[in-house]
């Protein structure tokens, strides 16, 4: 585990460092074993075979007119000497590749013995001979008193022998013979080489583990620089870190998530000043009507007192709204679901605007049909009806007329809230369900709604899963409208 916790703490350098070298360490080793340890014995193999297939194609060619030719191929091609004799030893072909080797000056009784060896092994006789067999080949082979050269000493070498007989009855045998160069010297080359090999090998991998790494570990620190400065609280920061695919899609997210705080904290920068604005006004207000009352007591009069209730309840209004609004963003409130009659609840409501009809001019239509029943929290989706119709009032134009129609489809019922207005500029559209987001900011008629009316209406009728949407023509008006599905209760006597 320590160790573990250790190689994390490595840096890309050294860990890089450590894999590189690992894997020139196993090339050199496959190097080492493929070149040094088993040369030898590759070497032979290659050899061996070559001398086997080489004997096998002569027997086979032996009846052939070109056979002088065909020998004489082979032997240059595979470097094998080739000598074919009858049984007496007598030579009828010789090729010779390498005047040094023992077996080319074999007298016709050495060969004579070589024929009656391979007949007895079952016509096939295969010899290696080392520089320590020598002597006992010497001992077999060399009748005729014939010591072998110094040269003779060093080669090792190796025979192959077929006896076959040719298609006129007459019974031959074919010899070849190979010498083994020796690989000590290539194996002695091969181990400076190697060691050669593996100092540039480590080397390189140092330089490259140092080059690949600066490149992926740059970027890296350079994103933790700007992160590090963007966790402080500078949001105008730009990540740039560039070089690879990741790193890049790294720095969009980063520069990603730099905008959208930057976005939080504006907003939470408004709230408090849209907040704090909204509850001076009314406390303001308040404390200003109060103090005149109390030092003016002809001020103490009915009307004075009614601006001091309204604007705290304005105040509460407010207070409510906010913490609706926060509790059913949390998730907090639950939907307290029931059927009712949806078209009666807007009558009441609309009812309530009366003394407001009378007293400002306002003209608020209904255009309901029959009535419509829905399963629906009815407290919450009156407060989205009051605020809509509220939205409706404030901003509608001269004419002071408000429409509320409900339409009704197979299992839905539509409920659109339309004003005469000014309307709602396009791009400003999609922002007005957000917190506190006012159309014009700078005119905002600030005794006038909250701006949370509609963040509430969103809350609500997503919690419900309703379709809810705006439609405005700047200069004509707008047309709030959300559906609901529509409950089918004939049993219900009203
Ligand atoms: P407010 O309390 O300011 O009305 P809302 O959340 O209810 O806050 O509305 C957000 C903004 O959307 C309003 O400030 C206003 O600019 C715009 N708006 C809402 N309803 C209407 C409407 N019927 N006509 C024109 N503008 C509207």
Redesign the pocket.
């Known amino acids: 585990m320590k160790l573990r916790q250790k190689l994390d703490h490595l840096s890309v350098k050294w860990k890089l460092f450590g894999w590189l070298s690992l894997f020139s360490a196993l090339l050199l080793l496959l190097l080492w074993l493929f070149q040094i340890v088993f040369l030898d014995s590759f070497y032979k193999g290659i050899k061996t075979q070559a001398l086997k297939s080489s004997g096998e194609l002569v027997v086979k060619n032996i009846d052939s007119e070109n056979l002088e030719e065909l020998i004489n191929q082979i032997a240059l091609q595979n470097n094998v000497s080739i000598r074919i004799t009858d049984v007496q030893g007598n030579e009828l072909l010789r090729e010779t590749v390498e005047p040094r080797d023992r077996f080319v000056g074999l007298s016709q009784w050495e060969m004579a013995d070589i024929y009656q060896r391979a007949l007895e092994n079952g016509g096939v006789l295969f010899e290696q001979f080392s520089k320590e067999s020598f002597h006992l080949s010497q001992e077999d082979y060399l009748f005729s008193g014939r010591f072998p050269s110094r040269t003779e000493f060093i080669m090792e070498s190796m025979i192959y022998v077929r006896t076959v007989e040719r298609s006129d009855g007459v019974p031959v045998m074919v010899m070849l013979h190979s010498v083994i160069s020796p690989v000590n010297s290539t194996v002695e080359t091969l181990r400076v080489q190697f060691i050669y090999i593996a100092l540039i090998m480590l080397c390189l991998s140092m330089a490259l583990a140092f080059f690949i790494s600066r490149k992926i570990s740059k970027p890296i620190v350079e994103i933790n620089d700007t992160a590090k400065v963007l966790a402080k609280g500078d949001y105008n920061v730009h990540f740039t870190g560039k070089g690879y695919l990741e790193i890049s899609e790294l720095n969009n997210t980063l520069n990603y998530a730099a905008v959208e705080l930057s976005k939080v904290e504006a907003l939470r920068q408004e709230l408090i000043a849209n907040i704090s604005h909204d509850l001076r006004t009314p406390l303001t207000m308040i404390t200003g009507y109060a103090e005149v009352m109390r030092d003016l007591p002809g001020e103490n009069t009915p009307e004075n007192v009614q601006i001091i209730i309204d604007e705290a309840k304005r105040l509460s209004a407010l207070v409510t709204d906010i913490l609706d609004l926060s509790q059913l963003q949390a998730g907090v409130r639950k939907l307290n679901l029931s059927v009712y009659n949806l078209t009666q609840d807007i009558r009441d409501i609309i009812a309530r605007y009366a003394k407001l009809m009378e007293q400002k001019g306002y003209h608020i239509t209904f255009i309901s049909g029959e009535n419509v029943y829905v399963r629906a929290d009815q407290v919450k989706i009156s407060q989205v009806i009051y605020?809509?119709i509220?939205?409706?009032i404030?901003?509608?134009g001269e004419d002071k007329r408000v429409t509320v129609c409900q339409s009704v489809s197979e299992n839905r019922v539509k409920i659109e809230?339309i004003?005469t207005?000014?309307?709602?500029p396009a791009e400003?559209l999609p922002y007005?369900?957000d917190r506190y987001?006012?159309?014009?900011k700078v005119h905002?008629r600030s005794a006038?709604?909250?701006?949370?009316?509609?963040?509430?209406?969103r809350a609500v009728l997503d919690m419900h899963h309703a379709v809810y949407s705006v439609v405005?023509t700047v200069g004509q008006?707008?047309i709030?409208s959300f559906e609901l599905e529509r409950v089918e209760v004939q049993e219900i006597i009203e």
């Not at 987001?437 to 014009?440: A, G, I, L, Q, T």
């Not at 006038?448 to 209406?457: E, F, K, P």
């Open positions: 605020n809509l509220n939205n409706a404030n901003y509608t809230i004003d207005g000014e309307g709602i400003q007005i369900w987001y006012k159309v014009d905002r006038v709604g909250t701006g949370l009316g509609l963040s509430i209406v405005s008006g707008s709030f």
